[in-house]
């Protein structure tokens, strides 16, 4: 049964979620939280293994609860799926940043919704291939001068290569086509290269790949 907690300070977006998520056999609503202070504390007293948590909530804003929830050791399978009412939300980009999963806009189909549920708690990556591709365009847009690297020196040749391909949007299976091996291997060096890097998911991957200098902007082509 994957365990869900819900945080927007809207009670009818609440209730619609509720609804849709609590249908499904193999999903539970677990909690509802209105604000991010009341999603902080129960998380950690739930450990659900996703949040559905909205950005502008009063009290403590999703933003701050996302990077409270992802810095704490003890919750680290929990993911965070941010909720948002324009797809490229300007707080989105940080939230990524602050260790969120993915993100959804508030009117997605309930289908996209639900799959993007089961996935991100799979572990599988959250964002579609063109709403990634759309997301590190953002990113590119941005950025400056690499801040900070990542201790690219402990991946393999390989593992460089494949992350490069993470960061400028390509899926799975489109890693696979491009470096003439299976979909499992190319799955595997990406899981190998998270490992090494600390990165939670796919996305914070990405964004090591930015920062890190790996890839830059323009390379989207």
Do not use: C
């Amino acid at each position: 049964m994957i365990r869900v907690l819900l945080a927007d300070d809207q009670l009818l977006v609440r209730a619609g979620f509720r609804a849709l998520l609590d249908a499904q056999h193999d999903i539970e609503v677990v909690g509802e939280a209105a604000d991010g202070g009341q999603a902080v504390r129960m998380v950690r007293e739930l450990t659900p293994d996703a949040v559905l948590m909205d950005i502008r909530m009063p009290v403590m804003d999703g933003l701050v609860a996302t990077r409270t929830i992802t810095a704490d050791p003890a919750l680290v399978q929990v993911r965070v799926v941010v909720l948002t009412t324009f797809e490229l939300d300007e707080y989105v980009f940080e939230a990524i940043r602050s260790g969120a999963s993915g993100f959804l806009v508030k009117d997605t189909e309930p289908a996209e919704l639900l799959r993007a549920v089961r996935a991100v708690v799979g572990g599988d990556a959250l964002l579609s291939p063109g709403v990634t591709r759309r997301l590190i365009a953002e990113f590119a847009a941005r950025s400056k001068e690499p801040a900070t690297a990542a201790d690219l020196e402990q991946l393999t040749d390989r593992e460089r290569e494949v992350m490069a391909l993470v960061g400028i949007g390509l899926s799975n299976d489109e890693i696979a086509r491009r470096l003439v091996v299976s979909p499992l291997t190319a799955k595997t060096h990406v899981s190998r290269a998270m490992v090494k890097l600390g990165a939670r998911d796919r996305a914070q991957l990405v964004v090591l790949a930015y920062e890190s200098g790996l890839v830059r902007p323009g390379w989207l082509g």
